[in-house]
């Protein structure tokens, strides 16, 4: 078993002044709560990601919220984010095309509204869905799992 490091006023790393109680040196990035010192470059835990390259879960939010994909962009996933936007965006043009030729015919006073319904209650979970698989991600990415 291990013992727990004593307090160091300085980063073992860097030298930098630190205050007790912060996880990563605010001038390197290092995580100060490391049991061994990672030789440079190397590290698969929390380290690998110092506090620069961490994705924030409220702008991971957003932009997932502001359009499908943008948060799994945000995150690192760039093949899901791409898929994702380009799905929605198809699925929004069908429903305008629906809508529009519904609209041209004397039954689109009735069924438009019916179609524009039925695609928001289809597109409510998947846009939650997206949401939270966004934040997953960025929270596997911060933990250094991504």
Known sequence: MTEAKPFERSC??????RTEGERYCPSC?????????????????????????RKSI???????IIF???GHLYAGRIARGLALMAG????AAL?????LVLGA????LLCAPLVIVVALLLFLPFELWQILD?????????????
């Open 58 to 64: 409220g702008l991971t939010i957003v932009l997932a």
């Open 134 to 146: 966004a934040v997953g991600w960025s929270a596997a990415r911060n933990m250094g799992r991504a």
């Open 95 to 99: 429903v305008v095309a629906v809508v």
């Open 105 to 108: 015919s004397g039954v689109g």
């Open 29 to 53: 990035g290092k995580d100060l709560f490391a049991i061994s010192p990672d030789p440079p470059g190397t590290g698969d835990g929390p380290s690998a990601h110092p506090p620069a390259h």
């Open 12 to 17: 073992p790393a860097c030298g930098a002044a």
């Open 68 to 70: 499908p994909g943008l």
């Open 88 to 91: 929605f965006a198809i699925m």
